[in-house]
């Protein structure tokens, strides 16, 4: 690796003075031992670097590898008696967090020098809480086995509401959305080795959570009658006129405005609706408006092209439509 | 009487209203289950009953008994070696074999299609197959598998660095290094 012993390190707090040592040591001496204990921090960075270029592009294994040598390199680094980037420690806990190393990322920080901490205080407090660790460290160290109890508590807490509301939206029943959440979970945990800390972990939760739905009410296709839910065949022909505009004149209030009692009866309505909903209409509702999916995205998911997906949005729109103004008008 | 440009501004779209009731539904979330809990339900199945496991893997050995024979002369005549199965219901296990159809490698990534011999009378629409070793009784992993139209089942699943390799060169006419425990997927 090419190396410079007076070129600082771009971004870190360098220092490669090499030091002089104690008298019983020759200045040649001691310019080696710094050389030396510069040169691995020079490597250890390089390492980390690589690690999260590796995690930007989504090659997890090439970048838990390149975490892990940086860590290696860190700690020999940091045993050696010469100058060193001041940020190294702090930086050699970051790269063992960014590989799921809670063990020495904790050790690293029990043992942060008073130097090595100036400056830096909020960074290392970062790592202290495992509740303000990136979702990346969370990941990699519930990837591994054992997973660290803490930062999966962590990681559970984190996404929890956001899981919890999909639920509920997809089984428009408080108990049942407390059951998929927490089957989700375990499928998740189930899994875990194969979870990727540089993705989209709330996208991969609630898809998980949907899928879990999907296979429930696909099973509830194959029980037929017996089935609890309402389940539409894709092949049913759908007729649209031109249909109205899909708002909610004179049924709705501004929901900015409402009163509790209100508020309660919407929600009650909405459950009721979607409730009422075919599994495919709801499904594409949520796919469609919550999470953001396009027409041909659905389509795609379904088999089907985007015009037909696009075709039962608005058939799941007017259905929706329809249902709520029913519900409104029954409840004025 | 609102105008109409007064109504365009307050009157939900049913995209506000989702997103509404998302929103309220968040904020309605019990308190997030404790992570040992979490990891206590998500431990597989065959570590949290071993002595139900035990039980099932003892059924194999009626499976050798019973369908000894059939599972070797099937193979004789040039199909595959039937894969020794048993169904694990509410205090009730039956033992039957399986046939592999189709066994394919993508990567790490296994797909499989077996039907059960004799067929019950009622199948599962859902199974959970756990795959057991053939040469100790170790569970290896399970996989969910689904009813096709057809009346095979079919699963995919990535499989463990360690089993991708192992099974890299496995054919569907080979002697399969697996057993199944299939337990119905609403029971799992």
Known sequence: MPHNPDVGVSGGVVDLRPTTGSGARSDNEAYELARSGQVLAMRALDLGEKGASARLVGEESAAERFFQDAVAVALQALHEPSARPLDLQLRAAQWALACGDAVTARHLLAERSVEAGEGMAESWAQISDTDAWLDAWLIATVRRSPPDELALNALVRRYWKPLFSRCRMLTSNRESADDLAQDTWCRVLRGRDRLKPGGNFRAYLLMIATNLWRDSKRSDLRAGSLADGRVSSLDREITLGDGPAVTLAEILPDLTQLEAAERASLKHDLDQALERLETLWRDVLIARFLDGESCAEIGHRYGRTEQTASGWVRRALSEMKCCMEDLRRNAH | MRTEAEIMKTEPTIEQLLRWRAAHAEAEAPPAPRAALLLELARPWWQRCPEKFAVLVAGFDE????????????????????????????????????????LHFRGRTLRLRFQLQPMPELPEPNLDVTFVATDSPRAMFSAPASLSPGGDYRLEIELSIEVAQAWAHLRVTDRMPFRFVLRPADEA
């Not at chain 2, 000894?68 to 199909?79: C, I, N, P, S, V």
């Not at chain 2, 169904?87 to 039957?96: A, D, H, P």
């Open chain 2, 63 to 102: 499976i050798q008994a019973r369908f000894g024979h059939a599972m070797e002369t099937d193979a004789g005549r040039g199909g595959s070696f039937p894969v020794p199965a048993v169904i694990s219901r509410t205090n009730v296990e039956t033992s039957l074999l399986a046939d592999i159809l189709f």
